[in-house]
């Protein structure tokens, strides 16, 4: 492939990732995504077009809102170039296929979810229905089939509810929340069942070993946790790297 529609797809993918910023900011507030310019937080003031360019004006404005002099985080640039690295990276990876599509908008709103997630401790179900929506429209075309996903989309929710559920009553209070068991759905639609249930499993190791990490050995230091983070990372590593895992574990017990 060359470099013109890969260089293509890193523009547009700068753009999405603006977007991401925007999701990021707006959804846990509760604001509308689609209507309303953008604007500082801190005075309020719209952000004219040319203040608004992936990466480049965020350079140009040495990090600082052009009328209050507030600063601006790293973290948007940083998602911004994530988004145009990971369009550019699926088209390469996958070439004008529906597979690439698929990944791209899975990848994409797990970095999202994690995002949100870890700053807020929700998951927006905006985004997961949205994925949930997504993934079915692209299993017959990109894997891993209608039916798959559909079952996926059962047991990857239904597990996590049933973990919920089964610890509520024998601890009285939630182990997850309602969005965890819509991301495990929407990632069962993306995987298919079995892949769903690897992601419940290595997104429950990597949560452990934050908390155990974070609590420094204190049993009340443990307090609320972004698992959906976690999830969403596992999610990640699955789809691109799951089916190798995978044929190194059975490599080592054969």
Same mark, same amino acid.
């Given at each position: 492939? !060359?470099?013109?529609?890969?260089?293509? =797809?890193?523009?547009?993918?700068? %753009?999405?990732?603006?977007? =991401?910023?925007?999701?990021?900011?707006?959804?846990?507030?509760?604001?509308?995504?689609?209507?309303?310019? !953008?604007? %500082?937080?801190?005075?309020?003031?719209?952000?004219?077009?040319?203040?608004? $360019? #992936?990466?480049? !004006?965020?350079?140009?404005?040495?990090?600082?809102?052009?009328? %209050?002099?507030?600063?601006?985080?790293?973290?948007?640039?940083?998602?911004?170039?994530?988004?145009? $690295?990971?369009?550019?990276?699926?088209?390469?990876?996958?070439?004008?296929? #529906?597979?690439?599509?698929?990944?791209?908008?899975?990848?994409?709103?797990?970095?999202?979810?994690?995002?949100?997630?870890?700053?807020?401790?929700?998951? #927006?179900?905006?985004?997961?229905?949205?994925?949930?929506?997504? &993934?079915? @429209? $692209? /299993?017959?075309?990109?894997?891993?089939?209608?039916?798959?996903?559909?079952?996926?989309?059962?047991?990857?929710?239904?597990?996590? +509810?049933?973990?919920?559920?089964?610890?509520?009553?024998?601890?009285?209070?939630?182990?997850?929340?309602? *969005?965890?068991?819509?991301?495990?759905?929407?990632?069962?639609?993306?995987? &298919?069942?079995?892949? =769903?249930?690897?992601?419940? *499993?290595? *997104?429950?190791?990597?949560?452990?070993?934050?908390?155990?990490?974070?609590?420094? &050995?204190? #049993?009340?230091?443990?307090?609320?946790?972004?698992?959906?983070?976690?999830?969403? /990372? @596992?999610?990640?590593?699955?789809?691109? +790297?799951? !089916?190798?895992?995978?044929? +190194?574990?059975?490599? $080592?017990?054969?």
């Amino acid at each position: 492939m !060359s470099a013109a529609p890969i260089a293509a =797809a890193g523009l547009v993918g700068l %753009c999405l990732g603006s977007f =991401a910023n925007v999701l990021v900011h707006r959804l846990p507030r509760e604001e509308g995504v689609v209507r309303g310019r !953008s604007h %500082c937080p801190h005075c309020r003031a719209t952000i004219a077009w040319y203040d608004n $360019l #992936p990466v480049v !004006s965020w350079i140009v404005l040495r990090a600082r809102c052009r009328r %209050c002099r507030a600063g601006i985080p790293i973290r948007y640039p940083l998602v911004e170039l994530a988004g145009g $690295l990971l369009a550019a990276g699926c088209l390469l990876a996958f070439g004008p296929t #529906p597979a690439a599509a698929k990944a791209y908008v899975f990848l994409y709103l797990l970095g999202v979810i994690a995002i949100v997630d870890w700053q807020h401790l929700i998951i #927006p179900h905006t985004l997961t229905v949205a994925g949930m929506v997504a &993934g079915l @429209a $692209l /299993a017959d075309r990109a894997g891993p089939g209608l039916r798959a996903a559909l079952l996926g989309l059962a047991i990857g929710g239904g597990l996590v +509810w049933a973990l919920s559920s089964g610890y509520r009553l024998v601890r009285g209070q939630a182990g997850m929340g309602g *969005g965890d068991v819509m991301l495990m759905a929407m990632v069962g639609t993306f995987l &298919g069942p079995g892949a =769903a249930a690897g992601v419940l *499993g290595a *997104g429950a190791l990597l949560g452990t070993i934050y908390a155990i990490a974070r609590a420094g &050995g204190r #049993p009340d230091g443990l307090g609320r946790l972004p698992f959906g983070t976690f999830l969403a /990372a @596992a999610a990640a590593v699955v789809l691109l +790297w799951g !089916s190798r895992i995978w044929t +190194w574990y059975l490599d $080592l017990l054969a």
